[in-house]
């Protein structure tokens, strides 16, 4: 792997992790039900990203 594409892969792991803790901070906040369950799945799917990048690496 070149270090152009390690560098992409980092940059979308951090982007990945980013988007995880501003849902998880929603989930923690919001108190319709509804908008919190779509807040969890937005970091079950952000989790779900980070991982598959990871493996990249």
Do not use: W
């Not at 908008?35 to 952000?46: E, G, R």
Request: charged share 25%.
């Amino acid at each position: 792997m070149s270090d152009k594409e390690l560098l992409y892969i980092e940059d979308a792991l951090g982007h990945a992790e980013f988007l995880s803790k501003q849902c998880q901070d929603a989930v923690n906040t919001l108190q319709d039900p509804q908008l919190k369950a779509q807040a969890q799945q937005m970091v079950d799917k952000n989790r779900q990203i980070f991982g598959r990048f990871y493996a990249l690496v």
